[in-house]
């Protein structure tokens, strides 16, 4: 190979490398649930196992699960009048909130509810984004 045949080659090389570097993960995100204790936490890091790990610690259940995992946005976890979790991910944490209460829709609380038995719309329980979203 010639001096400048190598060249080109390391300089695409190392191109090629940027490339792939800038396209990795900014960041990871894990929303768990405990129906036990009727929470929901989250967890950001910029490895996806200790964000997995940090949300299972701070639900601090033994039923705790990770219902969401999200990478470089925001995910939301949202609760309907009924007690029924609804969850979903955003490119903003509004995003992904709203996207988290739609998905739920409308739902009246259970009998016997001494408030009104008319249809609510769910409440975000929890919401979280990663360093790099928008």
């Given at each position: 190979?010639?001096?400048?045949?190598?060249?080109?080659?390391?300089?695409?090389?190392?191109?090629?490398?940027?490339?792939?570097?800038?396209?990795?993960?900014?960041?990871?995100?894990?929303?768990?649930?405990?129906?036990?204790?009727?929470?929901?936490?989250?967890?950001?890091?910029?490895?996806?196992?200790?964000?997995?790990?940090?949300?299972?610690?701070?639900?601090?259940?033994?039923?705790?699960?990770?219902?969401?995992?999200?990478?470089?946005?925001?995910?939301?976890?949202?609760?309907?009048a009924d007690g029924t979790f609804g969850w979903?991910?955003?490119?903003?944490?509004?995003?992904?909130?709203?996207?988290?209460?739609?998905?739920?829709?409308?739902?009246?609380?259970?009998?016997?509810?001494?408030?009104?038995?008319?249809?609510?719309?769910?409440?975000?329980?929890?919401?979280?984004?990663?360093?790099?979203?928008?």
């Amino acid at each position: 190979m010639t001096g400048t045949a190598a060249l080109t080659a390391a300089l695409t090389l190392t191109a090629g490398l940027a490339a792939t570097a800038d396209a990795a993960p900014g960041g990871y995100g894990t929303l768990a649930l405990s129906h036990l204790r009727n929470t929901a936490v989250s967890g950001i890091d910029a490895n996806r196992v200790a964000a997995d790990a940090a949300a299972i610690r701070d639900c601090a259940s033994y039923d705790c699960e990770i219902v969401l995992r999200f990478t470089d946005g925001c995910g939301a976890v949202a609760q309907g009048a009924d007690g029924t979790f609804g969850w979903a991910t955003g490119a903003s944490q509004e995003e992904a909130e709203q996207n988290a209460v739609a998905g739920l829709g409308q739902s009246a609380p259970p009998f016997p509810d001494l408030g009104s038995a008319q249809p609510v719309a769910a409440h975000v329980v929890t919401s979280a984004c990663t360093k790099n979203a928008q």
